[in-house]
T-cell receptor, first 114, second 116 residues
Framework: AQSVTQLGSHVSVSEGALVLLRCNYS??????LFWYVQYPNQGLQLLLK??????LVKGINGFEAEFKKSETSFHLTKPSAHMSDAAEYFC????????????FGTGTSLTVIP | EAEVAQSPRYKITEKSQAVAFWCDPI?????LYWYRQILGQGPELLVQ????????DSQLPKDRFSAERLKGVDSTLKIQPAELGDSAMYLC??????????????FGPGTRLTVL
């Protein structure tokens, strides 16, 4: 079975500071991993995905994430926060072998302080 | 760019009334999902379709919820009767069955339901 834990339901950073959002997963098989962003009253937009190729994955809007099997982690980072990054971020895991069901974390709300 | 369409975007209803949500997935996507997202939480799968067939509805409260995808394209999710606890965002997503898609799901804008 798969599950995702996002540490820190709320994260605040200053504009221009490093963004670090944490995600740990539990999976019985090598998983696919995803980060999505959600703005208020909107659907989820894919930021990036890990699909067993390169462990360092670059996504849109300057975000990247590193898959660390030994730590079962897939943390999301951005070197310099922008005001427009304020949103809810969700980590998700899926099993490549059993179809497309996603398991989402509970989300991290990012606030960017000017 | 192809998108998942959902309507309505917002719905306010009184408890015990019936409500219905509509979703049109990206053209050619065989797999369609309905999720419920309670405020402050991640999306939870309600039902998954492969073409017109239900693949997984284990988390769908079948006493009041129903979903259909009659022609394997667009889909409708219905709640009857609505309860206060049903207030949430209802998200539709779709994905391709081809391996190159890496299971990526594309989400619609959602329907925000408020039950009074």
């Amino acid at each position: 079975a798969q599950s995702v834990t996002q540490l820190g339901s709320h994260v605040s950073v200053s504009e221009g500071a490093l963004v670090l959002l944490r995600c740990n997963y539990s999976s019985s098989v090598p998983p696919y991993l995803f980060w999505y962003v959600q703005y208020p009253n909107q659907g989820l937009q894919l930021l990036l995905k890990y699909t067993s190729a390169a462990t360092l994955v670059k996504g849109i809007n300057g975000f990247e994430a590193e898959f660390k099997k030994s730590e079962t982690s897939f943390h999301l980072t951005k070197p310099s926060a922008h005001m427009s990054d304020a949103a809810e971020y969700f980590c998700a895991v899926s099993d490549p072998n059993t179809g497309n069901q996603f398991y989402f974390g509970t989300g991290t709300s990012l606030t960017v302080i000017p | 760019e192809a998108e998942v369409a959902q309507s309505p975007r917002y719905k306010i209803t009184e408890k015990s009334q019936a409500v219905a949500f509509w979703c049109d997935p990206i053209s050619g996507h065989a797999t369609l999902y309905w999720y419920r997202q309670i405020l402050g939480q991640g999306p939870e799968l309600l039902v998954q379709f492969q073409d017109e067939s239900v693949v997984d509805d284990s988390q769908l409260p079948k006493d009041r919820f129903s979903a259909e995808r009659l022609k394997g394209v667009d889909s409708t999710l219905k709640i009857q009767p609505a309860e206060l606890g049903d207030s949430a965002m209802y998200l539709c997503a779709s994905s391709s069955i081809f391996p190159s898609s890496y299971n990526e799901q594309f989400f619609g804008p959602g329907t925000r339901l408020t039950v009074l």
